[in-house]
C-alpha cells in the first residue's frame, strides 16, 4: 500500500486523488487538470496527512515546496469531503518574506509588493499566530505591519517558507478538529470523524502589470436557473477580494455602464467562456469559476457547483438532461423532492429584507401578502372587494371555513401542525403559519400586539410566509410559482419509471382540480366531513346531532343528502373516471359545536331551543381525549343512518355521473376500525343501500369498500379485516400517533427539543418510523395479503413525500400513497428516488 | 348404539344417565338414589326425545306409565344441563280423572280428592291447554273447574292418563323451544341448542291422613355460609306449597313460638337431617332438599345446589375442604375470583330496599353510607365531627383529594372508570359512583336534584353501591366485609399452588398497608404523582410548572424532596423489605392547574402573579388529547430536574429505611416510554444520582431500574428496551388504548352498545384483548427475554383480576400481574385458577 504512504501528491491528471481521501475541492481541481484547463500547479495533502499534522506531526514542507520549484509563493485552500461542511479560510501567497519582497520591488513595484507582503503578515498574524486582529486591521504601511508582529510575538516574522508554511498547515489542521468548528459541520450532516483534506497551490498574482485581477464567474442565474453570466472580476485584486471590494470592480460582460472584463481582457474571456463551457459538459454540471488573471493570463483556481434555489435547481437539471449532458435518471436524482414544495407555491424572494413580527410553526407552505382582518366575516368581505387579506384568528372553528376560502393566507395563535387551520390550509393550498404564540390577539378591538410591543391594526398590509414559519410586516417580494415547463418534463420522467402510484388527498373541487393539475393517479382520501361544515350545512349537521331519536336523525340528514351527492357528481366529474376514494364520516361530533359563547347564543337561535339545553348536549358530547374517543367506524356502528346518508348519496352520484358519461367504481373507505365486526356491520349497512338503491332506479353500478388502517389493531388484524374488505389504507398519520402515544397536536411542544437531543432520530410524523410503525405497516401487508392476495394496499399520511419512507412503502408491497395535492409531484419524485436507488442497489 | 335408542329410562343406581343426555336433576336424583335416600320412582326423558316431541313426535305414554304400575299419579319437571338456565314449571298429580277421584274420596276423603284433582285441572288449562290464567284462579268447588275448561275448550276433561302425560310433555317440550325461553337461557349463558330433559316422578302426596305435607329444606345459611337449619314445611301441602303459602306452615325445628316439624314427626325430621349429611358428604356440596311427607314417610323429590351469596360460597368451600369432603384445589376453583370483592366491602344487604335516586358507573366497590357533602371543605368539616359523608362533585379536581380522604364515599356526574375520583377511590378503598349523569348538581345552592325532581338537601342521608353504580336515599342495612379466616385459608391455599406473583398499587401508607392485609407479595406500581397533589406540596408543585428557569425549578423541587423522602420511607417501613416499585412522575402538568375561576383566582394569589399571566400559562399547557401528550418520561427528558429529585428522595430514603433495619432495594421504573434512548438517559441521570447520594453519604445500596410498556411502540421494541431495563411492567390499561386508539373515559359512552352488539367481544378494558393487546404482550415478552433472559417481566392494570386474562399472562411468561390492593385477592385466586386448569389440560 505504498500509495497511501506519501504525505502530498502534486495533482496531475494521473494521481491518486480521491474524495475520499483528498476532498472534493482536490478531486475537483484534477478534473480540471484533466480538461486541460489552466489551473496553477497544486499539491494535494490528504486526510490522514493533515490529521496527523493536528496531533503534531511534521510535514517536510521543504520538499513540498521544492515541486513549484525555486521560491515560489503558495496558497493554501481547504478541501473537505463536501464543500458545504465548511472549513478554515484559504491562507495566501505564503513564501512571502524581505528577500521575496525585495525582488517583487524590483520587478512590480514597492506597491504591489508592499501589498502582497502585507497581506500575508496580516493573515499570518491573525490566523496563525492567533494575535488580536484590530493590531492587524486596515492599510497600515508594512513596516508598521511587521513591527506590530514583532511586538505581539517578540520575534521577528518568520522568513522560511517551509516554517511558514508548516505553521499555516497546523494552524488549518487544528481549527478543524476544534470543538465549534465539529459542531458545527455535523449540524450541516458531517460524521464525526469528517476528514479534512489541504491544497497547495502556487500563486496566480492577480497584482502586477498589464491586465491583472481576480475574480469568479457563473453561467446561469443562481435563482431562476436560467442561462445568464453572472460574477464579480476586480482589477487588481487576489483571492475573493472582488466579492469584497468595491473599487476597481468590473462588468464581466460589455456594459453600458462601465468597463468591463470582455472589452479590457478579451482574450482571457473567451478562455474563461469557454472553460465554462468545457466545465458543463464535461464536469456535468453548472459551476461557478474562481479565475485569476496575471497580465492577461487566465488562470483557474477552483470551480465550485453553483449555488442555487430549488426551481433553479430543477431548470438546470431538466436542461442538462435535455441536452444528454446528463441522462433522465441523474436529472431526476439530482431533485430533493421536497425541494418541489419552493416550485408550486409563491415565495417570498430570498434576496428581499424581512421584518418578522410574530414567529409560528410552518402549517402549510408558500406565501401571500394581505390586509389584515381578525373574523371570517371581514375576509369575506374583503374578498368581495377583491382585496387580498390575512386571516388571523385565535385558533379556527369550522365556521371559519369560508373565511379562510376567501383569505390569501391564515395566522394562527394556538395549534399545531395537524390543527384545524394547518389541515384546511394545506387542503386549500393556502399559506399558513399555526400556534404564533408570541403575539396577544384582541380580536375585540381590531388589534394584534407583537412580542416586541408594536401593535398591528385590521387593515395593515403583512406577508405570510407558510414554508419558514413566519409572519412578516408589509408587502414583500414575491417570486411566482414555477410549474412550468421543466417540472412537468422531470415529473413525466419520474412517472415513467413506474413504482407506486401517488394519489391526492381531496375533499372539494378545488382540491380535485389541484391534483389532476399535479398529476394525481386519482383521489385516495376524500374526506367527508369537510361537506357539513360549509354554511348552512352546519345548522342541518347540528340539528342531526341534537335529534334525540333515530328518525328525528332521518329526517335531518335527509336534508344532507342532495348536497352530499351534488357533492360526489362534481369531483366524479372532475375526477373524469379515475379512482375516487371517499372515506366515511369521521370526526367526534362535538367538533361540529361551537366552542363559545356567542356561537352558542347563535346555535341556540338557529335550532330553537334553550341555550341551557345546548350547553348541556355540548358538555354532554366533550371528550378528555378526542383522538381516541366516539369517532370513526364507531359512530358509524352506533348511528348507522349517517353512513347510510352517506352510502346512498355516493351511488346515487354514481348513476348520475354514469349518465353524464363519466363512469366511475367509487371506493367507500371506513376509518378508524379496530375490529373485523366492525367492518362487517357497515359493509351490510352499505351493501343493503346499494341494493335498496338499485331496485329503486333500475341502474347498475359497481363500488368498492375498504378500510382505513390507523390504530396498531387493526393492523394487527388486517388478515381478518382484509378478508371483508377490497382495499387497505394505512392512515400512517393516526398510526403513529397511535404507536408512540403521541398526539401530534400535542407534540409540537417538544418534538424539536427531542430530536435535537437524539431522544427520536427523526420526527415521525416527517419520516415514517420504520422500527415501530413501520413493522406494523410490514405486519398489516403480510397478514392482509394471506387472507386476501388481491386487497390493494395504500398508505395515507404526511409520509408520503419522504424518500425514505417511500422506499419503504414501495419495498413494503404498498400499491399507492395518497398524499395532499401540492405533495403529489413531491411524492411522484420520491418514488422515482426509490425505484433507482433500489436499481442501482440491485445493479451493484 | 342401543343405549341411545330408548326413548325414556326408570332412574336406577345403573341406568345410563348423563347431565349431558337428560340433564343435572336427573343425574341429581339418580346420584340420591344411588344413597339410598327415599327417592319415589322415577323416569327420565332424554334431550333427544324431548326435541323429538317437540318436534310431534308422540312418546308411547301409556308405555312410560306402565313403569309406574297400576294407575300412579306422576309429576313431571324440567332437566336441563344447567339449572340457572330455567324451564318450564313442574306439573303435579298427572293422572287424576274422575275414577281415580272416586277412589281418592274413599281413601282419603272429599276434600282431599278435590283439591288434587282441582289443582291438576288448574295447571293443566292454565299451562297445558294454555287457556286464560283468570277462568282457573282461586279455590273454586271442583265442579266448577272442570265446567269451565270443558266451556273454554268444547270437550270434557281429558280422562286418559296416557293422553294427559302426552299433553304435558308436548307443552313443556315446545316451551322450551320458544324464542322468549330461549333468549332467557341465552343471556345466563346457554349455548343456543341447549336441551331440555324431562323427569316424570310418582307423586309422593303431600297431602292426606296422618301428618303430610311438603317442604324445603337446607343446612346453611345462604347469606354467611354458617351451619343453620332453614327452610319452610308446610302440612297438606304438595310441591312448593310451602314457599308461598302461609296457612300451616310449621317451624322445622323446635321453636317456642309454634309447633315444628321435628315435634310433630320426628322420624321423618330425623331422616331429612341424615338425608341432609349423607348429601353433603357424598354430593359434596350443600343441597337444598325438596321433600314430601306422606302419612309420615319421607319422600326426597328433589335436591339441588343452595343458592348462595359470595361470602357463603367461600365459607362452604372453604368448610368443605377442612372437613376433607372436597380437595382445596376444588374450594379454589370452585369461587369466581370476582366474587371475592364483595367479601373485601361492605355490601348493601340483598335482602333490604332499595330507593335509587342516582343511577352511573360503578367505579369502587363496597357500599357506604353518610350525610351529603358538596365540597371537599364540607366533607373535612363532616370528618371533624366524625359524621360519615358522601362526597357530591361534578367532577373531582387534584383539590379534592382531601375531601375525599375525609368522605366515605364519593359521587360524581362526570367522569368514566379512568376519571380522577375514580382512580383514587379505588386505591382508597372507597365506595365510588361516577358518570351520574342523571342528576343535576347545584352545589351553589347545596341542591342535588333526582331526574324525577326530587331534591336533595346538604346534610340529607344516602347510600353509596359502588358495586351495582346506584345512589340510594337513607341509610340501608349493610353486610360487613367479610375478611375472614375462610378468606384468609382460601388465599393461602391459591398462593401454595406457586403460579405468577402478586404485588399491588398503592402510593400511600393507607394503600401499601391494605396491599398487606390482603397478602399482597409486595409493590407493583407506586404512583408518585399523587403525592404532589396533598395541601402545601400542591402550591409547591405549582411553584415548580411556573418557573421560568430551570434553577427556579430546581429551588422549588428542593422543597418538595423531603416530603418525597418522607413517603418513601413510610412505604418502605411498612413494606418491611418486601419489593416496592416506584414510577417516576407520570401526568402532565396542566392536571396540577386548576380549573375554575376561583380556583385560578386563588392560585394567582398564593403564586403573587397576575391572574392574567396565570390564565395564559395554563391555556398554554393545555392539550388537545392528553393521554398522549407531555408527560411521562416526555416530562422526564425535558426537565431531567423532576426525575433527579425523584431519584434522590428514593435513594435516601432507602438510606434512611436501611438504617432503621429495612433493607430495600428500591425499583424504579420510568413510564410512557416509547424509544430506547429515553431509557438510556433517564438511566444516566438517575445512575449519576445514585453515585452522588453515595458519595454524599457514603452509604451503600441498591436499586433496579425498569420500564413501564404502555405504548405499542415500546412493545414492539421491548427487545431494545429490555438491553437497558432490569425489569418491564406492562401497563396495560394504556396499552389497550392505544392499540384500540381508544380513550377509556371516552368508550364508556358506547362501550355497552358495542359489547352487547358483538363489536367487542368483550370490553377490552376488563378482559384483556388477546388478539391483538395481547399479541403485543406476547411480542414484547419474546423479544425482551431474547435481548435479557432475566428481565423480570410484569402486567399492571385492570386486567389482573380476569381470569382469561391472567391465565394468558401466564402461558407468556409473565412474573408478576400488579394490581389494586382490593384485587389483590382477586389476582391470586385468577391465578390458582389459571395453574390448575392448565394442570388439569395437561392431565387431561
Partial sequence: MLREMAEFHEITQTAPITVAEHGGRAKCLQRLVRLDLPVPQTVAISFDTVHQIAAGHRLDTDALLAVFGEAPLVSVRPSSEDPDWGGPGAILNIGMNDDRHAELVKTQGQDVADRLYRRFVQTFAIHVARLDPDMFDGQKPLAEVLDAYEDETDEAFPQDPGYQLHMVLRSMARAWEGTTARLLRQAKGAPADAGLGLIVQRMAFGIGAEESGSGVIQFVDPTTGLPQITGRYMSQSQGRDALAGDGGVLYLTRDPRGPSLEEQCDTAFKELIEAGKVCRTKLREEMQIEFTIEAGHLHILDAVRVQRSSRASVRIAVELAREGVISKEEALLRIEPRALSELMHSQVDPRGKRDRFARGIAASPGAASGKLVFSSAAAQASAARDEACVLVRQE?????????????????????????????????????????????????????????????????????????????????????????????????????????????????????RTARRFGADGIGLCRTEHMFFEGDRLTVMRETIFADEETDRRAALDQLLPMQREDFVRLFQIMEGLPVCIRLFDPPLHEFMPRDRSGIRAMA?????????????????????????????????????????????????????????RLVEPEIMIPLVSAMREVELVKNSVDAIAVAVHNQTGAEFKYKLGVMVETPRAALRAGDIASHAAFLSFGTNDLTQMTYGLSRDDAGRFMGAYVQQGVYPEDPFHTLDLDGVGELLLIGVQRAREAQKDVVISICGEHGGNPESIAFCQDAGVDYVSCSPFRVPIARLAIAHAVLRKAHGAAA
Fill in 605 to 661: 337561535e338557529a335550532l330553537d331551543l334553550p341555550i341551557s339545553q345546548v350547553t348541556r348536549r355540548i358538555e354532554a358530547l366533550s371528550e378528555f381525549n378526542p383522538m381516541l374517543g366516539m369517532r370513526g367506524v364507531r359512530l358509524g356502528v352506533l348511528f348507522p343512518e349517517i353512513y347510510e346518508m352517506q352510502a346512498r348519496a355516493i351511488f346515487e352520484a354514481t348513476i348520475e355521473a354514469g349518465e353524464r358519461g
Fill in 396 to 512: 379556527t372553528q369550522p365556521e371559519d371555513i369560508r373565511g379562510m376560502h376567501a383569505a390569501n393566507a391564515v395566522l394562527t395563535v394556538r395549534g399545531g401542525v395537524t390543527s384545524h387551520a394547518a389541515v384546511i390550509a394545506r387542503g386549500l393550498g393556502l399559506p399558513c403559519v399555526v400556534g404564533a404564540s408570541d403575539i396577544t390577539l384582541r380580536s375585540r378591538d381590531g388589534v394584534l400586539v407583537t412580542a416586541d410591543g408594536r401593535t398591528l391594526n385590521e387593515g395593515d398590509l403583512v406577508t405570510i410566509d407558510g414554508g419558514t414559519g413566519e409572519a412578516l410586516m408589509g408587502e414583500v417580494e414575491m417570486l411566482p410559482p414555477a410549474v412550468d415547463d421543466c417540472f412537468s418534463a422531470l415529473l413525466s420522467w419520474a412517472e415513467e419509471l413506474g413504482g407506486m402510484k401517488v394519489r391526492a388527498n381531496a375533499d372539494t373541487p378545488d382540491d380535485a
